[in-house]
T-cell receptor, first 113, second 114 residues
Framework: DQQVKQNSPSLSVQEGRISILNCDYT??????FLWYKKYPAEGPTFLIS?????DKNEDGRFTVFLNKSAKHLSLHIVPSQPGDSAVYFC????????????FGTGTRLKVLA | DSGVTQTPKHLITATGQRVTLRCSPR?????VYWYQQSLDQGLQFLIQ???????AKGNILERFSAQQFPDLHSELNLSSLELGDSALYFC?????????????FGPGTRLTVL
């Protein structure tokens, strides 16, 4: 049972345009959401997070939007740069329980120069 | 460089064997997490240790075990290996146990079971 879903395995975007990566979740108990970026042969690196009490968090070119009623999370990258080409994982956590972060399967973003 | 080190980088072994993966957390981090990433799958949380004590458990098989030592490094032991255990194994560390503590990931150990 995949509680965090990234339904688009890949996405291609032109340099300078907006990249929108989507994530859906099923568990309404999740209260904290994160995006991680992963380059080949490296571990994931933290990108941005959002608490369930907010609906938007911005950090430079990266903005995460949370729609709790739709159980949907999105990451916007504006403007996209070739160095943003990587696999992006969304993750969610419940404040207590046996799980820590539950990750989606990832979306491979390719930014075309 | 996240500051988290994992050894070995690659491991090839046969079914039925036992292997040990090692992780050294960032300096000052007390929590260590282990994740498994199988082909085309997300990272699956296995287990967390905090300052030597097991703190949380995920979908970790009984054939797998872990520990965190007094110097805070951690080892993940995988025994009676099966073909399906082939995966990338990541270790992450964080300062504390809060979900708000950013987790820093190591580069992973790629395990291939033949």
């Amino acid at each position: 049972d995949q509680q965090v879903k990234q339904n688009s395995p890949s996405l291609s975007v032109q340099e300078g345009r907006i990249s929108i990566l989507n994530c859906d979740y099923t568990n309404s108990m999740f209260d904290y959401f994160l995006w991680y970026k992963k380059y080949p042969a490296e571990g994931p690196t933290f990108l941005i997070s959002i608490s369930s009490i907010k609906d938007k968090n911005e950090d430079g070119r990266f903005t995460v939007f949370l729609n709790k009623s739709a159980k949907h999370l999105s990451l916007h990258i504006v403007p996209s740069q070739p160095g943003d080409s990587a696999v992006y994982f969304c993750a969610a956590s419940i404040p207590s329980g046996t799980y820590k972060y539950i990750f989606g399967t990832g979306t491979r973003l390719k930014v075309l120069a | 460089d996240s500051g988290v080190t994992q050894t070995p980088k690659h491991l090839i072994t046969a079914t039925g064997q036992r292997v040990t993966l090692r992780c050294s957390p960032r300096s000052g981090d007390l929590s260590v997490y282990w994740y498994q990433q199988s082909l085309d799958q997300g990272l699956q949380f296995l287990i967390q240790y905090y300052n030597g004590e097991e703190r949380a458990k995920g979908n970790i098989l009984e054939r797998f075990s872990a520990q965190q030592f007094p110097d805070l490094h951690s080892e993940l032991n995988l025994s009676s290996l099966e073909l399906g255990d082939s995966a990338l194994y990541f270790c992450a560390s964080s300062r504390g146990t809060s979900e708000y503590n950013e987790q820093f990931f190591g580069p992973g150990t790629r395990l291939t079971v033949l």
